[in-house]
């Protein structure tokens, strides 16, 4: 008897400590807004962008490119990058919904600290002659991936001129 009355009590202990114990009521949380892009470029707080792929082949058809190149620790825009993006200009007036993530790029030569700086001076100068011929700095963002997306792999003057650069990419 003794033995039924211990399992009794502790099998009552285990009710009463259960019923006692509430559950937090559930808090609704949105989902962490993650890039559309490459997954292992996200960082906490990022925001998410949508590329336009349609608009970025308008841009790239009517503006001849989205791309501007700067030379070797340059972040200058010379005088056909100008062009390029007087026309980029052009287009992003002609399409007042959308907007462009300006991404600086960097080659492969120095730290990864330094070509983060510098590719987002790149698109930081590209970003303010596209404002110096009237598009909105609303619609504008800027984004450095340093060296970490290079178009052209090697380790030759051949690659890094095409790396050195910053593109104009159509978002929503």
């Not at 989902?31 to 949508?50: I, M, N």
């Amino acid at each position: 008897m003794r033995k039924s009355l211990t399992l009794g009590a502790a099998a009552l202990a285990m009710t009463i400590t259960a019923c006692g114990r509430k559950e937090p009521p559930a808090i609704d949380v949105p989902p962490t807004e993650q890039p559309t892009g490459d997954p292992s470029g996200a960082a906490p707080g990022d925001v998410e962008l949508t590329e336009l792929p349609a608009m970025q082949a308008d841009l790239v058809a009517k503006a001849g490119s989205d791309t501007v190149y700067f030379g070797t620790d340059e972040f200058l825009i010379d005088a056909q990058s100008k062009a390029t993006l007087a026309a980029q200009a052009k287009w992003m007036l002609a399409n007042p919904n959308v907007r462009a993530s300006i991404e600086g790029h960097a080659d492969e030569r120095g730290t990864r600290e330094y070509n983060m700086a510098l590719g987002e001076r790149r698109a930081n100068a590209a970003r303010d002659y596209l404002i110096s011929q009237g598009v909105p700095t609303s619609r504008l963002l800027v984004t450095s991936w340093g060296k970490e997306r290079p178009v052209a792999t090697g380790s030759d003057e051949s690659a890094w001129a095409q790396n050195r650069r910053a593109v104009t990419v159509v978002v929503r």
